[in-house]
């Protein structure tokens, strides 16, 4: 039989070192239930790693620690890519050459990690992108769908679970940080070209900085305080906010996907 053409394009492949951390740490957090769940060894890939592989070598770090027995396996459509990724390939880390179709050799993946991948696309193209990775879950796996600045300060993600997307997380380096929506330029593609009046995801950033605007007095005992009270106020106000005060402290807020999905049009939440 002929060998299936990877699904998808080449893409710029830039990356850093730690890039990744912020998603990385979230999912050796609060998605790490996924992976001990696993009665068998949980597959995750690193999709669209890029021209270097040191996000998949970062990602077996991590999450070893939480499943000694976790499989990474790195998946790029460049073959000088995966070449490269193989020359660092180890006992639970491994590299091929493949596309959104995620080839395992009839295995399932418990977490598909992409990251500035769906970004240099078409919006149009992220559904279909979705439901074909989706198909390569396990019951209980989970795609991330994710973007980020170049140094990982301002990442977000899209958790798409085999039934579809259920949550999106923002996740911000607090220190020196002026006003929360900066990270609006680094939405996944789903959501960035729906940060306009009348959208969800609007709605949220500007009650964010509402919120964040209003918290100002906290910061006399750091931004860190700062931030937490902005997150309880965005619950008080009625945001569906799907983690708390831990993640918080992070500068991470996780929010259900319903609330900001392209197309809602909730409320603005005016809150006390």
Not at 180 to 202: F, Q, T
Request: aromatic share 6%; hydrophobic share 40%.
């Amino acid at each position: 039989m002929a060998r299936t053409r990877p699904v998808g394009v080449v893409t710029r492949g830039t990356t850093n070192p730690n890039r990744l951390r912020r998603c990385d740490r979230w999912l050796a957090g609060p998605a790490s239930w996924r992976l001990r769940r696993s009665v068998d060894p949980p597959v995750v890939v690193d999709l669209g790693y890029g021209a270097s592989p040191v996000t998949a070598v970062e990602l077996h770090e991590r999450l070893r620690r939480v499943r000694p027995d976790v499989e990474v396996v790195g998946i790029e459509i460049e073959p000088d890519r995966v070449a490269a990724g193989r020359a660092l390939a180890r006992p639970g880390l491994s590299f091929r050459r493949g596309g959104f179709e995620v080839p395992l050799d009839g295995r399932s993946a418990t977490v598909v990690r992409a990251f500035n991948v769906l970004r240099q696309y078409d919006e149009a193209e992220v559904a279909d992108a979705w439901a074909t990775v989706s198909s390569r879950l396990t019951p209980d796996g989970l795609l991330v769908d994710g973007t980020c600045d170049e140094l990982g300060r301002l990442s977000t993600w899209v958790a798409v679970e085999p039934g579809g997307p259920v949550s999106l997380t923002l996740s911000w380096h607090l220190r020196g940080l002026e006003t929360p929506s900066v990270i609006a330029e680094r939405l996944p593609k789903a959501l960035i070209h729906r940060n306009v009046p009348g959208e969800g995801v609007h709605v949220w950033l500007a009650d964010v900085d509402r919120h964040w605007a209003r918290s100002a007095s906290h910061a006399a005992y750091g931004v860190r305080q700062r931030f937490l009270a902005t997150a309880q106020a965005l619950r008080d106000a009625g945001w569906p906010l799907l983690d708390g005060p831990s993640r918080w402290r992070l500068g991470e807020l996780t929010v259900a996907w319903d609330a900001v999905a392209p197309g809602s049009r909730p409320a603005a939440h005016q809150g006390p």
